[in-house]
């Protein structure tokens, strides 16, 4: 006589605390719809100058979808379009490109774009820039080739903007890159400000809303949580700044790119869990990781809202007209 099977033990409980907002921001949405409709328009293949977000996931949705993704503009053929990323490019990559006669579209946000603009009247009205942003990021490399070359100084860290010599303190603007820490960067702002009183910054914050707004979230969800899982890149800098606020608020956090990297001994002791996603990361990742959290845990969802946002930016002409 065969003995009856055991029943199976139950899951343990995971409150997980899902950040919002979370993922996709404004920008990042209209440059994926501008590839996606790119092919739509003219077919593939369609070309784009780096990532155009920094999602592997995303990048890879495209290239299946007929994207060609290439680092330098002078490995785009003659008579294909090409799409510049929204974290900007330099002035000199348009100016290529129309050299060449290329059908080009620019996909960069326009947080960015007003970054530039900035920028460029920053240094007609003859000030030196402070820039404060990251070495190589992608936006640092376009910002910076919107203006002549020595015209921009990079400040990385509040060292930097402690020991950062200049030659005409009177005649000083700063910026930043969207994607920065509120916090580390009203730090380095302040002491900029403090050394050379003088100093012009932008009329508004520089830091992005999405930005602004995902860090809210992990600093109203992350006391709570014994653990945070940020989805995104590692060369998201949005993302790794999420993954920085929830350690500062006190918890473990760990970057992951999609279900696959969570590493299940992480969760020793974890009973509570924060959950949230970089601008550049899909919904359908978050769901991904919360399916694979229900394999092992009975997982009790509770949403963390801090606000809420309706930003919705224009597409380029060239793909709206009939």
Known sequence: MNAPALAPLPLPDLLVLVAAPRGFCAGVDRAIHIVELALQRWGAPVYVRHEIVHNQFVVDSLKAKGAIFVEELNEVPDGVPVIFSAHGVPKAVPAAAAARGLNFLDATCPLVSKVHRQ?????????????????GHPEVIGTFGQVPDGAMTLIETLADAQA???????????????????????????ELQRRFPTIVGPKGDDICYATSNRQAAVKAMAPRADMVLVIGA?????????????????????????????????????????????????????????????????????DVTTAV????FKLPRALTAD
């Open 234 to 302: 590692t060369n998201s800098s949005n993302s790794q700044r999420l993954r920085e606020v929830a350690e500062r608020e006190g918890a473990a956090a760990y970057l992951i790119q999609r279900a696959d990297d969570i590493q299940w001994s992480w969760f020793e002791g974890v009973t509570t869990l924060g959950l949230t996603a970089g601008a550049s990361a899909p919904e359908v990742l978050v769901q991904e990781v919360l399916a694979r959290l229900g394999q092992r845990f009975t997982v009790i969802s509770e």
């Open 309 to 312: 946002e309706q930003v919705v």
């Open 164 to 190: 950062v010599a200049v030659t005409d303190p009177e005649n000083l603007g700063f910026l930043t890159q969207t994607t920065l820490s509120v916090d580390d960067t009203a730090d380095m702002v302040a």
């Open 119 to 135: 920028a460029e009247r920053l240094v007609e009205g003859g000030r030196h820039i402070l820039f404060i942003g990251h070495q």
